[in-house]
């Protein structure tokens, strides 16, 4: 991309790798520097909480906010009824209207922790979709929007279209989907003067939609911005790990595990996850991700650090770094940590680690436990565990011991006071 932006939230956008692509770079550039732009991104009631998935796009809208400019977190209490197919191979579960709204008081715990609402110019806005959706009469939606719409250019669709390519069911309920999306813009356009709707580049027919339906019913010129969709240097889709979803509220999952997320993260990752999900200068995002070796640990907790102060505050972040120094680097018995505590009597002569495995919750099974350390997936106090026969009796458990399945999953082990 060779654009040149002028406005101070497109710098931000290009510099720190946000911007996937733009319906129009200049216009919306121009926009940008001319006044406040309200902008929203849609997030639909499909869980209690959002995921790390999610925090991309809640950081565009927090530098929207602090480069001058006025968020709109729209909730999609009436688009969750219908459910976005977007590049899904199934049906999403319908949810009834009491589930959708548990969640969507689940999700909004989040955002306050990253934009400041309120009445101001540049203060957000926190809407419900099914303020204007609820209450549609059909054959008027029909006639006034539905007309708009080409079945032949709503079948182009990557997003329609790979789901029809893999003659995979496409109901006529999730086909509405894209209309639904389109009209939100509509109204958010109408009602709040919106002039920019945010998303993953899945997302990006959907906007491109809602541009041209705004067009044609009310002759403004409205804009479209995508995000990457993010998968870490190893391929894996961002927010995912095999535990499940990394989730944003606390009561999901804990901020110990979600600061071993980030501490956890790729090498390579480093630099680029810093630029996205911290507000660190540029050129300190650089010096961090370029580091090697042993130091590249220490850029590790600096991100998990950042991101976890930002989402679950000050304390939770220090509780989380003093909690993985004190079983890291001292042996010691972290708070946070699952423990096992064995009696006297059951280590007896010895007890086997494949047996610990299982009884500390990291394996299922014996079997489970032995293809763990079969394919270098355990260790026992940070270092490689290959021997599944090994016993540990009650002088090696004197003080704590620490087992590890995988990078993110951890217990301790000690004898019981």
């Known amino acids: 991309m060779t654009y040149h932006p002028k406005s101070d939230f497109m710098n931000v956008m290009m510099k720190r790798g946000f911007l996937a692509d733009c319906t129009d770079y200049q216009g919306l550039d121009e926009a940008l520097n001319a006044g406040v732009v309200p902008t929203y991104i849609g997030y ?3 869980a209690k909480s959002l995921h790390v998935g999610h925090l991309l796009n809640i950081m565009m809208l927090r530098w929207l906010q602090k480069t001058g400019h006025k968020p709109i977190t729209l909730m999609g209490g009436g688009t969750t009824k219908v459910g976005d197919p977007s590049f899904r191979a199934d049906e999403r579960p319908l949810l009834t209207p009491a589930q959708i709204d548990d969640n969507i008081a689940g999700m909004k715990q989040v955002f306050a922790k990253y934009l400041t609402y309120g009445e101001g110019p540049t203060d957000a806005l926190m809407l419900n979709n099914a303020e204007w959706l609820d209450g549609l009469n059909y054959l008027d939606f029909l006639r006034d929007i539905g007309r708009h719409f080409s079945v032949n250019r709503m079948l182009s669709f990557e997003s329609v279209k790979s789901r029809l390519d893999r003659e995979q069911s ?16 509509l109204e958010l356009n109408r009602r709040y003067g919106c002039l920019l709707q945010m998303g ?9 939609n809602g541009i041209d339906l705004t067009r044609r019913v009310l002759d403004h010129e409205i804009y ?13 889709k961002m927010g995912k790990s095999a535990g499940g979803a990394m989730w944003l509220n606390a009561d999901m999952l804990a901020p110990y595990e979600f600061w071993q997320f980030w501490r956890n993260t790729t090498d390579a990752d480093v630099g680029r996850f810093l630029k996205l999900y911290t507000e660190m200068p540029l050129d300190e995002c650089e010096r961090l991700g370029a580091l090697a070796g042993s130091e590249i640990n220490e850029a590790k907790i600096v991100l998990a650090n950042a991101v976890t102060t930002m989402c679950h505050g000050t304390q939770a972040a220090a509780a989380a770094a003093d909690t993985a120094r004190e079983v890291f680097e001292k042996g010691g018995v972290g708070d946070d ?14 007890i086997s680690i494949v047996q610990l495995i299982v009884r500390a919750g990291l394996a299922n099974s014996g079997k489970e436990a032995k293809r763990l350390i079969a394919e270098n997936g355990a260790r026992i106090d ?6 599944a026969g090994l ?3 009650a002088a090696a458990l004197s003080s704590p011991v620490k087992l590890s399945a995988g990078k993110k999953r951890h217990a301790l082990i000690r004898i019981a006071d």
Request: without cysteine.
């Open 44 to 46: 639909d009631a499909t």
């Open 170 to 185: 496409l109901s006529f309920l999730e086909f509405n989907y894209m209309i639904l999306q389109a009209y939100d813009y």
């Open 200 to 208: 993953g580049s899945d997302q990006w027919g959907n906007i491109v």
């Open 224 to 236: 479209g911005l995508t995000s990457p969709l993010l998968t870490t240097s190893d391929g894996k």
């Open 337 to 350: 940590l699952p423990t096992l505590a064995l009696s006297a009597e059951e280590i007896g002569e010895g």
């Open 382 to 387: 940070d270092a490689p565990l290959s021997d």
């Open 391 to 393: 016993m540990l009796d």
